[in-house]
């Protein structure tokens, strides 16, 4: 099986496996008690903190365990715009991943208005086209940092500049580039960040949410005094211990493997040129890297990944969030793609494992499913 679908999940590295093993099995003490089986446990609950924190250059009080991106995404938006009452608008992207919009929707239903911003043919959210729609009553903006059907990376410092010139609270959804690009919450200067294990070869259902000290933002849970008081629940510490392991690796080897997932892409869109194959690459040139999204006008995406499986090979269509949905996704519509090209469209997403023999197989695989007999 070859797995070129990591923007969908990534495989849990060794590292992170044997990180987490002794919390799951020895080590069980529930963190919050006071006796001394379970200071292990706290001690590593509070190191997670710190190792996360310094990856993402945060101090570890601003980080909050969560249960994934879309808990993160959830909390940030609800509980940003339901932390004070007034009626004041939130302000996001057409391209946001569903668990913002959704969350959006969600907000929208109990009474606050949100408007859904217009991108470029490449993704992008022009700081123009926010300024178009900021005004002083905006409470809330979210645009994700880097896109997971396009890749396209936002021009996140810009886009808070202007928020914060209008006295509005910036989130970011980096659940893509947590990992992969380097993220410096200081430098982007945002208030809050999303980010989840899975996508950078930690375990799934478990994530953090970056929020910057003095943000109003409401409890996610109520309960107990875990994640200082803001999200009440017994730690998931296995998973969190793998997270950072995880997070810390890929980033000490962040250059090493984009430098690989890159020349990764390469390859293939030089194989698929030089067998005669047309399609284009959406996104920006700003782009996550080992994410290729590609469009095969007249071609079908659907069909492509069902020759491909029967291959052994998995790649997705758009979103892999939306599997059963197979209707042209909300992003692909929003860069007005024609339908035509946009049902052509696959998404390859590399990851660290993937070698250049994956490559060749992929190409090959694509040509004999592509080429007319
Ligand atoms: N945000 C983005 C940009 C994503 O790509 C995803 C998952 O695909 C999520 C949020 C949701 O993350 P999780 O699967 O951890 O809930």
Redesign the pocket.
């Known amino acids: 099986m070859i797995y070129v679908d990591n ?2 999940t990534t495989k849990l590295s060794k590292a992170a496996f044997d990180a987490m093993t002794p919390w799951l099995l020895d080590e069980y003490g529930n963190a919050s008690q006071p006796y001394s089986f379970a200071r292990a446990p706290k001690k590593a609950l509070s190191e997670a903190r710190t190792t996360i924190a310094n990856c993402i250059n945060a101090h570890p009080d601003e980080i909050f365990f969560t249960s ?4 993160s ?1 959830n909390w940030a938006v609800k509980g940003t715009m339901l932390a004070y009452s007034d009626t004041r608008a939130m302000l996001t992207s057409a391209v946001e ?1 569903h ?2 919009i959704h969350a959006c929707r969600g907000v929208e239903r109990m009474g606050y208005p949100v408007a859904y911003l217009p991108v470029t043919a490449t993704g992008v959210l022009l700081p123009d086209t926010l300024v178009r729609y900021l005004t002083d009553s905006t409470k809330l903006v979210s645009v ?1 940092l880097a896109n ?1 059907e396009l890749g396209t990376i936002q021009p996140i410092a810009e886009l808070v500049d202007l928020a914060h010139s209008r006295g509005a609270l910036f989130h970011t ?1 980096a ?2 580039a947590v990992g992969h690009i380097p993220v410096d919450v200081t430098q982007l200067g945002v208030d809050m960040l ?1 980010a ?1 294990a ?2 950078f070869n930690g375990p799934k259902g478990v ?1 953090f949410l970056y929020v910057k000290a003095g943000t109003p933002l409401q409890p996610f849970n109520d309960g107990g005094a875990q994640e200082f008081g803001m999200r009440g629940g017994t730690e998931n510490v296995a998973g969190i211990v793998g997270m950072a392991q995880a997070l810390r690796d890929n980033w000490e080897m962040m250059d090493i493997h984009s430098t690989h997932l890159n020349a990764l892409s390469s390859q293939l869109l030089e194989r698929l040129v030089g067998a005669g194959i047309s399609f284009q690459r959406n996104g920006d040139d700003k782009t996550l890297p080992g994410l290729l999204s590609l469009s095969f006008p007249g071609g079908s995406g659907e069909a492509l990944l069902h020759r491909l499986d029967l291959m052994g090979i998995c790649i997705s269509t758009g ?3 939306d599997s059963k949905n197979t209707a042209i996704s909300h992003v692909l519509k929003a860069i007005d793609l024609e339908e035509n090209t946009a049902k052509g469209t696959i998404r390859i997403s590399f990851g660290r494992y993937n070698t250049p023999e994956d490559v060749a197989t992929i190409a090959s695989a694509l040509v004999k499913a592509l080429k007319p007999m």
């Open positions: 923007a969908a994934g991106g879309t808990e995404d991943h668990a913002v994700m997971n959804d659940v893509q999303s989840s899975h996508k994530g979103s892999a969030c």
